[in-house]
């Protein structure tokens, strides 16, 4: 976490980006693998923080969480062909 930390912010987030980039642009199984990392991520800062975030803001944060979880699903699960 140190080390995170001491890196510009910059980098972390273009490292982000990166990752739901591939998310995005990938074939279905790889795209699904780099949301899953998304959301590990999300999860590891929502544990980091969790006591000092006030109701609201964990709210949001469970609802970033279980959106990237949703979206890794549905880019793992192989499509109906249509």
Same mark, same amino acid.
């Given at each position: 976490?140190?080390?995170l930390?001491?890196l510009p912010?910059?980098?972390s987030l273009?490292? @982000? &980006?990166?990752?739901?980039? $591939?998310g995005l642009i990938?074939?279905?199984p790889?795209?699904g /693998?780099a949301? @899953? &990392?998304v959301?590990?991520? $999300?999860?590891w800062?929502?544990?980091l923080?969790?006591?000092? /975030?006030?109701?609201p803001?964990r709210?949001?944060?469970i609802?970033?969480?279980v959106?990237t ?9 192989p499509?109906?062909?249509?």
């Amino acid at each position: 976490m140190e080390r995170l930390n001491s890196l510009p912010r910059a980098v972390s987030l273009v490292a @982000l &980006l990166a990752v739901l980039a $591939v998310g995005l642009i990938a074939p279905r199984p790889f795209g699904g /693998l780099a949301f @899953l &990392l998304v959301t590990i991520f $999300v999860g590891w800062l929502l544990f980091l923080t969790w006591p000092r /975030l006030s109701m609201p803001e964990r709210m949001m944060r469970i609802a970033v969480l279980v959106l990237t979880l949703a979206v890794a699903v549905v880019r793992m699960v192989p499509g109906t062909g249509s």
